[in-house]
């Protein structure tokens, strides 16, 4: 990207009312969609400064927290890509290092980690009715931290994944499509369909289907969603996507087979995810470590799963899409079948059709990671953006 | 902070006489009053650039070995903030990781690491009469390598917690107390009680209590250590602290109850600690992995520790010290009576009155760790920071 | 060392052909007399930077992966060094933390830790036949995101152990002696004595003794290989060093005594590696996870070391070398008798002799780490070290 177009994207982020300084980035519908738009925008600033070689380094030093209550690797390098990038130095919050168990309370532990911290990364997702809420205990530790002058500055948060959003992915998700279609606005009437597909596995997180649905039916789209019976989402969340969906000129249709959903789709999200009362009785078992009734409980589940072996995204269902040709999705890694497994979420065929296309869609992460924490982060983000590119310091030295 | 303000500190950093460069800073009482003085000085200079958004960076590149033998959470965020501010990148020495268990000797490993590395961080408290042994033979380790032409530069060392000492809290704690009471000189004549509190837990290290008289009693303090029979910290440190607080114009008096030391206190430092004979008698066992033995051991010092549950911070014994406003200190986490325990060191309304009090002590502790290396590093502390002022860096960038 | 000197390198620097740009360093028969030259140089060039207080940071952000399937202090601590000492923040890839386990492919692995990212070290030295297979489908992966616009550019990988090379080992073992003997020229008719020694462990990689007669045959020097019958190193690896050492005017000679190695030697390098069947017979046991199998091939391969004890490196065997003065070099840690154990590689007063050049020899790793990453990455070195040293950033402010 030359630094023409780069002014142009500042130019553009003018024009945008935002208001998330000092703010978490928690979940995509709490944020107006100049926010949205802002956020795509400063993504695409630092991925087009990096690409000429400009650096956007915000901060001569600082912390950046990360705390993965749960296993990851392309989150956890997005958000480190990210942190560096700007600046920052991860130093991660790993629980079973730390005195935590020792009964040290979140409001606590949140402050004695911010002494010099600029952002905070949380994944929290295993657990239905929690992860929200502990990030949302985080942030108000954190402004109590401020308000009582025991923190010079209020570091931001970013959701790495609960168990309501997965805003980093989905925002990545939108980007991509922003990029494939040629434009957010190209996004208007396009049919998204996402649809459950099974897996062997169980105990998959909700959030990447809630996140997508919550956060497309922000710009016009026509979403259908489809799941087998029992496979419900959190219903808020399907009920705030139908009326986003309906405010913003599109629409939202809950459908019940993958057939339905992927007809005529621009863009098809197959994606395996655990039974939202499945999820409701695993949360108790798993604060009782209470492994026997994990095993009984992941036993039912699989063989319910079992049933739903046609849920594939197969080359017959593809052809089912706008001509024949929707645009894969997938937040990765996929259950593919006689790949990863012997019977999974999508064909090895289509899956190796639109594998780039994934990695593709993968590489936005950090950059919207990075655009979330310097939105939190300046109050004045056009002029410290324009400040970056004036100072015109050389990322990688030839 | 102002510039100005800041560089009035550096003038009177000009006027102490210190020896601390290529020195490691294990046992505050190694340290002369100046030396002491030098490094609040250097603490508050460097959180004054912080606070006037200039950079303190002293390394564009270097290692900063962090090992850790024992939890932590608090003091391995300072650490590793208090070097990322320098300059520093964080590399922790795991010995899980290491091919330390497989026989390599301290001599070997402390220069193994130590190639581009300024800054060494340990924590070993565990085992009594060898954390400050391990630290000495590591920095001699160090001397030798250095001596042989193998290390270009003497990397310091900075005691994060051994069995003796805890130089980075004690030294935090009285940074604290001066910004509390309006300047070191205000220390002289304040009374401190270091107490024993009851704890559900037990094997707490005697190194919070024995840094705290150590170094306290180098300010002309009122020292009241209290503790039951049998929680006696080591002679040694309890000798040397009488003989400091004579020496400094303050007194040091050894009474038998919570109650006896918190009477007229201006602050009061309650906290558990294990038994010194228990700690002594647990080295062995931990050597040996001997976990029946351990076991026993705990189920008899619990059994111990019970009949001192009344060894509790509560508002009756607040009201004991002087107009009973004393101010409660800690070097958290703190058992609280309900909060995190049935029973604890300290009832829950006392903390809550002193907890963000306790959250500005802790933040010392980044700029006292910055400050250590600083002065371990630094030939002429005065020029650096005197550069780096002048350099006037921007920090974070708006 | 002075500019004058460091300018000096770099001139000859210049005369060197050079291709390694975009390619990645995984084993030293692959590179040219000058790529091996041209490594040495940037190595020496670095370390002089650093030494005159000259920052060689090439960038101002970017992210090293650093992959270790086993175990490593000083190849972990040199790795590091290395990309931090370039600008590079180093990211762990830990595969227990990671999804790696879930079913993901190295290919998707390769390309989703990679977006922001530029250099990639991996240590995978447990399976033979496995670790350098795994690290070019890791290169082929990565060539293939590039092909496919989804990486902006090709991170470079460094060879950090592997089944059949250790070429930072060998590299910076060669560099020590060159600046021992006083030159790269001065290794010519220098007798080198690589011999299997006894150790009290087994499962020892055979990565090292490969790495260094394929490195050192190289250079014009007398090689002699020793070991018992059994611990053959792969043949093929022997075959292709023998073929080096008769091209550039050395020889190879297969002997079967450490005695006859040892024979007017000017260096020594006495090392435990484990036997080659007892290798291959390993790598099924140790992905079933069959640890009763292993533990009957450990002890069958102990009891079959025990009979070759007498292949220590003492006083007697050492005053068999040239002048009873050859260097002894060891990669550490070494197994030396009645220290780190019983019987082992190496007599104490022997090692106690050559301790500090072992740790010299160690101390070059950082460098040519460096330099592998740098070569890997930049199209013409000469002009980047140029501009590193006309910049003349201070890295270490006074």
Chains 1, 2, 3 share one sequence.
Not at 57 to 82: C, E, H, L, P, Q
Request: hydrophobic share 40%; proline share 4%; net charge negative.
């Amino acid at each position: 990207m030359d630094l023409k177009k780069i002014w142009k994207l500042v130019d553009e982020l003018r024009g945008k009312k935002t208001g998330m300084y000092h703010k978490d980035f928690l979940l995509t519908w709490e944020k107006s969609r100049d926010e949205l738009d802002a956020t795509f925008l400063v993504a695409d600033i630092l991925r087009g400064m990096r690409e000429a070689n400009v650096s956007p380094k915000i901060w001569d030093s600082g912390i950046a927290v990360s705390n993965f209550r749960d296993n990851s690797t392309r989150t956890r390098f997005s958000y480190a890509s990210a942190c560096d990038l700007l600046g920052l130095y991860v130093q991660d919050l790993d629980e079973g290092k730390s005195q935590i168990a020792h009964g040290e309370t979140v409001r606590e532990t949140a402050t004695m980690i911010s002494f010099l911290t600029e952002a905070i990364g949380i994944r929290d997702d295993m657990y239905l009715g929690e992860g929200d809420t502990y990030q949302r205990e985080v942030g108000k530790s954190l402004d109590e931290a401020v308000k009582a002058g025991v923190l010079s500055d209020r570091p931001t948060i970013v959701n790495l994944q609960s168990d309501i959003d997965h805003p980093t992915q989905a925002m990545a998700d939108i980007l991509h499509l922003a990029h494939h279609f040629g434009g957010l606005d190209k996004l208007k009437g396009k049919k998204l369909a996402m649809t459950w597909a099974y897996s062997p596995s169980y105990g998959k997180p909700l959030s990447v289907p809630q996140g997508i649905i919550g956060l497309a039916s922000r710009f016009g789209m026509e979403i259908s969603l489809a799941h087998p019976e029992g496979y419900d989402l959190i219903p808020d969340v399907v009920a705030l996507s139908r009326k986003q969906a309906a405010a913003s000129g599109g629409s939202f249709a809950h459908v019940n087979s993958m057939e339905a959903a992927f007809k005529d789709a621009d863009i098809v999200y197959p994606k395996s995810w655990a039974p939202y009362n499945v999820m409701q009785q695993r949360v108790p078992l798993l604060h009782e470590g209470n492994t026997a009734g994990l095993k009984d409980l992941e036993k039912a589940c699989l063989a319910n799963n079992a049933k739903f072996t046609n849920w594939e995204c197969d080359e017959a269902k593809m052809k089912l899409t706008k001509d024949g040709k929707a645009l894969y999705m997938h937040c990765l890694p996929a259950d593919i079948t006689d790949v990863s497994c012997k019977q999974g979420e999508v064909a090895a065929s289509v899956f190796d059709r639109y594998r780039d296309a994934t990695y593709l869609e993968a590489g936005y992460k950090p950059y919207i990671i990075a655009a979330m924490i310097l939105l939190g982060k300046k109050k004045d983000p056009v002029a410290t953006l324009s400040h970056l590119i004036e100072r015109g310091l050389v990322r990688n030295l030839d």
